[in-house]
């Protein structure tokens, strides 16, 4: 196989976040740009040869061909097998399916998630351990240092593969087994979840449901599943194609961006049950006739009803949720008598805590959830389990909420983020408040007096690493929270996230109005970051 090694110089910023690299588009199709951060991925790795690799996306623009380049890369390096999802798709949960039922040495996800697609848009990559999970820091730095040095990389110039075409193919000696994308992650949730029982809830004239896609990558999935599979009436999933721009929306399952199916949710003939899943599928919004379901809530209510589910009827191991995410779950374990782990954002700090059976239920407030049947989280996964839920207890979405609340009391919770501001004006903000923490604790707030204030640090229990500066925290007695982040799932300025949260156990407080009950909290928390100075923003982009 003829094989070339071209010279090339480093591209400043090619550091891997918390989910990968993600760049605009025009930055990836900058000559070179893809090409040097495969090469630095695989020299980070070491010795590549003989190992099979796992490839596949989410379908948004540059997918292909980013994957034929990838492709003959692997095959330069010495892979001797490459798994890759038909016509180069393969949800992020699905990947992590692949990777780990065939055992794979890896994957080369590309994906930049919930973010907006096309020409015009974003496009990412990361890389998946043989566990399946996203690669620890200890594998992210090793790759940016690479990025940093690269002098050369090595490509193979053989023909491109077909990419629509089941079966094995070869490039030069690397075999390239193009796979059905849906197959292998439908059966798997057919061992962890009821079919049966789904099924009769969908197929029964006293229940209806719609999905959105969002025209991303879980369409094909959710079609499968859910029509086929489960006999749900054709059209139960709206926006199933996958297309390149994501049909020119925000592929963002939340109220502000998921806006069609949330109208429908909340109209008089609304559905019985409504769910929409992200760019690359491992996000999650759960709705009931007239009814929002915070992740927060999601989390909670699915560990404290995980005996409805065969792969769960056991009990669960534990609980683990992100520092940004309500402590709702938290009071599920006390009473369960497992473990809860607080960890910073990011589905890879959870890898270790599942790989050692501590866990096996975990969750994001930005709609991720998950257990140990993957390593990464898992939209169509969340949907299922609710509709799991529903079937077997034959309660309405509102009822299954409040009957939690009742016997947990209620998290209000809300995140309100601040996209696209600018980073120094960011990062004054994150400093001024920095600056405040040790003078907080015990200052008093109204009728709230604070806690404890800090920036939070976490020390993974497994491995002993430590990941500090991980968000801000300021806890009041009683439990009520104010946390800041900036998130670095965008590609352009940086976002900051600001939550809010207050627990209230009095059954006739469990139905206000979210933002009127934190009213006070939300007030509180852009006067201590001084938002409206720092930024010029007196409202925020978007309110979960």
């Known amino acids: 196989m003829p094989i070339s090694t071209i010279n090339t110089t480093p591209f400043e910023g090619q550091k891997p976040g918390t989910s990968g690299l993600r760049k605009k588009v025009s930055v990836f199709k900058q000559p070179h740009y893809l090409e ?53 798709i393969l949800s992020t949960p699905a990947a992590s399916c692949v990777i780990r039922k065939y055992q794979a040495f890896g994957g080369l996800i590309l994906s930049a998630s919930h973010n907006p697609a096309g020409i015009d848009g974003d496009f990412g990559i990361k890389f998946n351990t043989s566990n399946g999970g996203p690669a620890p820091e200890s594998i992210t730095n090793q790759i940016y240092q690479q990025t940093a040095e690269i002098s050369q990389y ?18 030069g000696e690397m075999s390239v087994e193009v796979i ?45 599943i859910l029509e086929k599979r489960l006999g749900a009436p054709a059209g139960t999933v709206i926006n199933g194609i996958p297309l390149p721009d994501f049909g020119g929306g925000h592929p963002d399952p939340n109220l502000t961006y998921a806006e069609q199916l ?27 006739k007239q009814f929002f379901v915070t992740p927060s809530d999601s989390l909670a209510i699915l560990a404290a009803n995980a005996q409805y589910i065969p792969a769960y009827k056991s009990g669960i191991a534990g609980i683990a949720r992100s520092m940004p995410t309500s402590q ?37 407030e930005s709609f991720g959830t998950g257990s140990n049947h993957i390593r990464e989280k898992d939209g169509l996964w969340a949907v299922l389990f609710w509709l799991n839920i529903l079937a077997v207890k034959h ?9 939690h609340w009742q016997q947990f009391g209620r998290n209000y919770y809300t995140r309100h983020d601040y996209e696209g501001v600018p980073t120094e004006q960011a990062e004054a903000l994150i400093q001024h408040l920095q600056t405040q923490l040790p003078s907080l604790p ?86 201590l970051a001084n938002i409206a100075v720092l930024t010029g923003r007196t409202v925020p982009t978007v309110i979960t």
Not at 184 to 199: C, K, S
Not at 497 to 516: A, F, G, H, W
């Open 262 to 288: 949330v109208t429908e949710l909340f109209s008089d003939d609304a559905p019985d049950f409504g769910a929409a899943s992200d760019g690359d599928g491992d996000r999650n919004m759960i709705l009931g």
């Open 180 to 224: 059905d994308s849906v197959v292998d992650y439908t059966e798997l949730m057919a061992t962890i979840f009821d079919f049966r029982a789904i099924q009769a809830l969908l197929t029964s004239s006293n229940f209806s449901m719609r999905f959105d896609a969002m025209h991303a990558v879980t369409g094909p999935y959710a079609i499968e």
């Open 36 to 88: 040097n951060f495969i090469q630095s991925t695989f020299n980070a790795l070491g010795d590549c040869e003989g190992k099979t690799l796992v490839v596949g996306g989410d379908g948004r623009y540059y997918n292909q061909t980013a994957i034929q380049i990838i492709l003959k890369m692997a095959a330069a390096n010495g892979f001797a097998h490459v798994w890759v999802g038909q016509n180069g």
């Open 442 to 527: 015990k200052k008093q707030f109204g009728d709230r007096v604070v806690s404890y204030a800090d920036n939070f640090s976490y020390h993974d229990p497994i491995d002993n690493s430590i990941a500090e500066k991980q968000g801000i925290r300021i806890g009041f007695e009683g439990g009520d929270r104010i946390i800041y982040r900036l998130s670095g799932t965008g590609t352009e300025g940086a976002t900051l996230r600001v939550y809010i949260e207050s627990y209230e156990d009095r059954p006739d407080r469990l139905n206000q109005d979210t933002q009127t009950a934190l009213s006070e909290l939300i007030e509180l928390a852009n006067q």
């Open 395 to 403: 309660q309405s979405v509102a009822e299954l909420v409040n009957q």
């Open 154 to 171: 090595k490509i193979s110039n053989a023909a491109d593969i077909a990419l629509h075409k089941l079966g094995t193919q070869s490039l």
């Open 328 to 364: 709702a779950a938290d009071r599920v374990a006390e009473k369960l008598g497992i473990e809860s782990h607080e960890t910073p954002t990011g589905w890879k700090f959870f890898g270790n805590l599942l790989d050692a059976n501590r866990v096996t239920l975990c969750g994001e």
